[in-house]
């Protein structure tokens, strides 16, 4: 997608720029002086996680891409606003205020169980998997991925996003505080209440009860492991 085009869906966790430090600083320089194609070169790169974080928080697929292409076409009219540092989380916060926007406009209310939940976004829980994840937190985020994607559609808005960005796409509370614009333990009691809610979710099913521990015993002892 370049500025003005229509988004595809496409999977998250892809990271075209991690190869080549201090393009982005180039790129926004560029982009800052009025350079379009410097722009849409950025749109390129970043458009994947900006769309996987819309999908997530909006659930429809022709919503997401419209909160994407929305986000782009904010992030030109604002370039000049971009003070230095990393470019992405700049980026992932208008999407995720453009996402708001959105869902406080749709009035939508969350469900009181998971039986009457939609499910439109596709289950890839497991595209959050980096070489740091251990095998076991693999294998329980793939088992429990369909139910957890159902289930965030019923966590508040914060805590969604703070789920998204954690358990999905793997950033760590600093990171995660730069892009919602909070502070660190503002995220962290976001993340803690988001997955105590989950739990409650899927209390009634045995199964799925044992499956979502499990899946917070790992994924806070690699919280651990990479923090140390």
């Known amino acids: 997608m370049t500025a003005g085009d229509s988004s595809e869906g496409v999977r998250a966790r892809a990271n075209p720029y991690d190869d080549e430090p201090g ?14 194609s410097a722009f849409n070169e950025i749109v390129t790169r970043h458009e994947r996680i900006v769309f996987a974080v819309c999908m997530r928080l909006l659930r429809d697929r022709a919503t997401a891409e419209d ?3 929305d986000t782009f076409i904010r ?15 700049w980026l992932l916060r208008i999407a995720s205020n453009r996402a708001y926007d959105l869902l406080r406009a749709s009035s939508r209310r969350p469900a009181d169980s998971l039986d009457a939940l939609p499910f439109e976004t596709e289950p890839e829980w497991t595209s959050r998997a980096t070489q740091d994840d251990s095998p076991e937190s693999h294998a329980a985020r793939s088992e429990l991925s369909a139910v957890l994607e159902r289930a965030l559609d ?27 614009d909070v502070a660190a333990g503002t995220v962290k ?12 979710l899927l209390q009634e099913n ?23």
């Open 23 to 36: 393009r982005d600083d180039a790129l926004i320089a560029a982009a800052q002086g009025g350079d379009l």
């Open 67 to 69: 909160a994407t292409q």
């Open 189 to 200: 009691s976001r993340i803690s209440r988001g997955r105590s809610r989950l739990r409650d």
């Open 154 to 180: 019923a966590l508040p808005h914060d805590q969604r996003l703070a789920i998204i960005l954690s358990d999905v796409q793997g950033y760590g509370y600093e990171e995660i505080a730069e892009i919602t």
């Open 75 to 89: 992030a030109w009219g604002a370039v000049h606003t971009f003070q230095g540092g990393i470019l992405r989380p």
């Open 206 to 228: 045995d199964e799925h009860r044992e499956l979502f521990e499990r899946f917070v015993r790992l994924t806070s002892r690699d919280e651990s492991a990479r923090e140390t």
